[in-house]
């Protein structure tokens, strides 16, 4: 993740610090009930959608 992309998620105050604390707990408070232990090493794979249509 990047200050950039963090930035456009429009989450909290828009910050990598800001998105990294929430994310990170969100990751690993969803990966204990599949009994795996959050790892900064994992990938996170970042969508964005752009409207095509009105």
């Given at each position: 993740m990047?200050?950039?992309l963090a930035s456009r998620e429009g989450e909290?105050?828009?910050?990598l610090e800001y998105w990294r604390k929430?994310?990170?707990?969100?990751?690993t408070d969803?990966?204990?009930?599949?009994s795996i232990e959050f790892d900064e090493s994992m990938p996170v794979?970042?969508?964005e959608f752009v409207k095509v249509f009105e």
């Open positions: 990047t200050e950039e909290g105050n828009r910050s929430v994310h990170i707990t969100y990751f969803e990966l204990k009930k599949e794979l970042f969508e």
